[in-house]
Structure formats: C-alpha cells, structure tokens
C-alpha cells in the first residue's frame, strides 16, 4: 500500500480502518509524497476469489440462481435474481462487498431514487473503510455510477449531492488523485453556499482539505463540525491529524485526547497514545 494512501487517509483511518482492522502510521507534517498509482481491478476476478471461499452446497445455490433468468420478462427476473444473491452473500457467505455490488445491480434496473439511494450508500459505506486500493478505486467508481443515476431523478437532493462529493474524496481522491479530490470539493461547495449548516458537507470539505493538504482550510472547517457536533468522532480524528500535519503539536495531543474520551476504549487510547509518542519523537 503506497504510503501517500495511508498519511493522506489517516484522520478516517484512525477512526475505522486502524482500529478495527490494524495499525498505519502517523501523519508526519508536510513531508514530499510519492506518486500514487491505481491498481487494475477485475470484477470477474473477485466474484471467482469469492465464489472460491463457498461450501459445496453455497457454490451450488448461487449456480442456480445465476442461471435462473430465462426468457419473458427478463428485466422484472433480474431484478429478483440480483436481490436473492445480494441476500445469500450478505446473510449466508457474510459478504458485505457482494452484497452491496448486487444491490446495485438490481437497482440499475429498477432506476428508482429509493433504491439507487440505498445501494450508493452501501458502496460509499464500504469504500470509506476499504485499505486496498483498486477495491476501493472500483467502489468509489460504482458509488459515483449510483448517486449520478439517483441525481437525474432528483436533482436537487442535497444529500444525493453530498454522498457524490464524498466518493470523490473518500475514493481515488484518498488515494492521491488532486483532481478528484477537487471533484468532491465542488460538489460539496454547491450544497454549503445554499446551507451553511450542513454539517455532513463541511465536514467531508474539511477532510478534503486535509487530504489535498491545504491544512488551514481543512482545520477551519473541521473546528466549525466538532464545535456544532461535538460528539462526531471523524471529525474529531481528522482535526487532530491535520494539527499534527501542520506541526502544531498542542491541538493535535489535544485533539487526540479527546478523541480518546469520545471512544473511552483501551485499545483505541492505546493506538491514540501511539500517534502522540510519534507526533513527540518528530520535534
């Protein structure tokens, strides 16, 4: 994993992906980044890879299903065959990745807002915590697909805007692409000129600015989200690693140790207080 991933990606990774999946480094203030580069991503592979992981009798069932559609109304088959394999990968395999790809498929071609709604949040879900990085490339791109398809049917839904603005930023812009983080960062701006309070959006602006590394508009924001929700952890973990970035030593331990409060887990404090040592070491 390049490294621009995971110094760019710390903030929500302190959150979700370090405690509940591992350990990443700390951010270190202002040093130069490699280029990041986008592994290839085959679909087909991953559903073979995962296909491989079923029983006998698993591999069996979701054979029958894949070849269930036949002919009449092909479309309306469709739509019950994508959601029988979204139930048995998320129910019976516990495949939350399969689960939410079917979830999309079926809602391609049910094209309704509810559904498309759904199914882009599941695969914004999974991207926001997904470490590797052309999984993550391929859900941000099907994300984008779903919530562009939701916004032709409402194109005024501010939370529609807000979920595509964060695909970019939690998507290929996490991983080192200026430009789509920019991408995220203009959706985004559109929703907060028309509502200031829109806490969802500024917050995702502000981590874009930490991740593009304009840390003093990534910090203005991030405070204005933690002083109108203090309880949001994200928010909370992002400013500190952009206090840190920036080599401010006192709101960052501050920040941290606050985080640390918020989570009150032994654990999470222990990954905490090794952010902290490092942030001391690097004086």
């Not at 701006?189 to 917050?203: C, F, G, I, K, Y």
């Not at 994200?234 to 918020?262: M, P, R």
């Amino acid at each position: 994993m390049k490294q621009q991933f995971l110094l760019s990606a710390g903030g929500l990774l302190l959150l979700a992906v370090m405690f509940f999946f591992g350990r990443i480094e700390a951010p270190k203030s202002n040093s130069p980044q490699p280029e990041a580069t986008t592994p290839s991503f085959n679909l087909n592979d991953l559903l073979k890879r995962s296909k491989q992981k079923l029983t006998g009798a698993q591999l069996t069932y979701v054979s029958g299903l894949e070849n269930q559609v036949t002919r009449g109304d092909v479309k309306g088959q469709s739509i019950k065959q994508f959601h029988l394999l979204a139930d048995f990968w998320k129910d019976s395999a516990h495949r939350e990745d399969m689960y939410a790809y079917y979830m999309g498929e079926s809602a391609k071609l049910e094209n309704s807002e509810k559904s498309l709604t759904f199914a882009a949040r599941l695969m914004l879900d999974r991207l926001r915590g997904e470490q590797d990085i052309g999984l993550k490339t391929w859900e941000a791109e099907t994300a984008i697909d779903l919530f562009q398809r939701a916004l032709q049917l409402d194109p005024g839904n501010k939370d529609l805007k807000v979920g595509l603005g964060s695909c970019y930023v939690y998507g290929k812009g996490m991983i080192g692409d200026p430009t789509e983080t920019m991408k995220g960062i203009q959706q985004l701006l559109q929703v907060v000129r028309e509502d200031s309070t829109n806490m969802q959006a500024q917050m995702v602006l502000g981590i874009g600015g930490v991740v593009s590394r304009q840390f003093e508009k990534g910090i203005e924001r991030l405070n204005k989200v933690v002083k109108a929700e203090p309880g949001n952890l994200e928010a909370v973990s992002w400013l500190a690693d952009a206090y840190a970035a920036t080599n401010d030593k006192a709101n960052a331990v501050k920040w941290y140790e606050y985080s640390k409060k918020l989570v009150n887990n032994i654990e999470f404090s222990k990954e905490v207080d090794a952010r902290i040592k490092a942030l001391n070491v690097e004086q």
